[in-house]
């Protein structure tokens, strides 16, 4: 049994009621790599952000839950290298779909946990949770749930069509499972191809698609039901197009790529959302940098001529997003 207090790292209720209560949110970032680590770790050091680090089943499976939980010890430690005096590092696993799962990361040093009980029906999804939750918090460890499906790819979950959070589910769901927060269904969707393009407009200047705006009466009667509860966003990708214009000229092929438009998030920052999970962006920025550098220079055969061009561009990319898009920079001095 590993005590993540011992590693340095911290659960999400300290960071959740201030960002709650400023109205800013808390960047989740995924990791599966050491790249997208010292990129995520130095944009926060950089900006003093509080962040959550998310660790999917994926993300297991790729890079060995030993290492990346190590990984993430190395990362409290490179914070204070890098002059970040009181690092609020959380590591969260994302998309828990098993108790054993979630247990297991509890008991190997994980901050918080999210069991997705979302595909289950209401009453399972309630039991399961309630069994996570019993047991994360005998160590501190805070639990994330979900209510209401988002389309697209959920790890080994597909969905075909997404099913908006019922605002009148949440206030017993909540309060028989006892979670401490709780991601909704509002329009949002995992991936880089959120919206069929028939559920799109196009910019008749640019030709793009201008996605369906996220269904803010439905987070604003979750709202209501539950005031100052911690509410998450998951999907929330905007597919930045440069990135995907940079992928498609450098032999790339992702077309109609499209996400959640910033201004969108910004407004569900301010508001009881104080968790974004972000990866897409990230995997866009590595692969438009490493896509540009190969293209430009088919002799480079050295990982660190193409990956660390691709650290910068995702350092940067978190810093827009902490500074410009969540408002969580200067909250973790
Ligand atoms: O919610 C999905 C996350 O982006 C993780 O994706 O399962 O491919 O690691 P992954
Ligand atoms: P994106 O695919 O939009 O980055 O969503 C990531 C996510 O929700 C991880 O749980
Ligand atoms: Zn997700």
Same mark, same amino acid.
């Given at each position: ?78 914070? @204070? ?34 069991? =997705? ?62 979670? =401490? ?42 709202? @209501? ?90 350092? @940067?990319?978190?810093?827009? @997003? ?12």
């Amino acid at each position: 049994m590993v005590n993540y207090k011992d590693l340095g790292l911290v659960n999400t209720r300290e960071m959740f009621a201030k960002a709650v209560d400023g109205g800013y949110a808390i960047p989740a970032f995924n990791f599966n790599n050491m790249e997208q680590l010292q990129a995520i770790i130095k944009a926060c050091a950089e900006t003093k952000s509080p962040v959550i680090l998310q660790v999917s089943s994926g993300a297991r499976k790729y890079a060995n839950q030993t290492l990346l939980r190590y990984m993430a010890e190395g990362a409290v430690e490179y914070a @204070k290298e890098l002059g970040w005096e009181h690092p609020q590092i959380c590591l969260h696993l994302d998309h828990g779909d098993t108790f054993e799962l979630c247990k297991s990361c509890v008991d190997f040093g994980f901050s918080s946990v999210m069991i =997705d009980g979302s595909s289950l029906p209401y009453e399972e999804n309630i039991a399961l949770t309630k069994k996570v939750v019993e047991y994360a918090h005998q160590f501190d460890v805070t639990v994330e749930a979900e209510l209401g499906v988002l389309a697209g790819v959920e790890d080994d979950v597909v969905a075909e069509e997404s099913h908006y959070t019922k605002p009148e589910e949440v206030i017993d769901f909540a309060t028989r499972t006892g979670c =401490d927060s709780l991601a909704i269904s509002i329009g949002t969707s995992h991936g880089a191809y959120k919206f069929k393009p028939e559920q799109c407009t196009r910019d008749p200047k640019t030709g793009k698609l201008v996605p369906p705006p996220l269904a803010f009466d439905v987070l604003e009667e979750v709202e @209501k039901k539950l005031p100052g509860f911690p509410i998450v966003l998951h999907g929330s990708s905007s597919v930045p197009q440069e990135y995907v214009d940079i992928i498609n000229t450098h032999g790339g092929n992702l077309p109609d790529a499209v996400g959640i438009p910033e201004d969108q998030l910004r407004k569900a920052a301010k508001s009881a959302v104080c968790k974004i999970n972000i990866d897409s962006d990230s995997r866009l920025a590595f692969t438009a940098a490493v896509r540009k550098v190969l293209a430009e220079k088919p002799g480079e055969f050295d990982p660190r001529k193409y990956c660390g061009p691709a650290r910068d561009e995702m350092t @940067k990319l978190y810093k827009h @997003k902490i500074i410009e898009v969540l408002g969580s920079d200067g909250k973790a001095e």
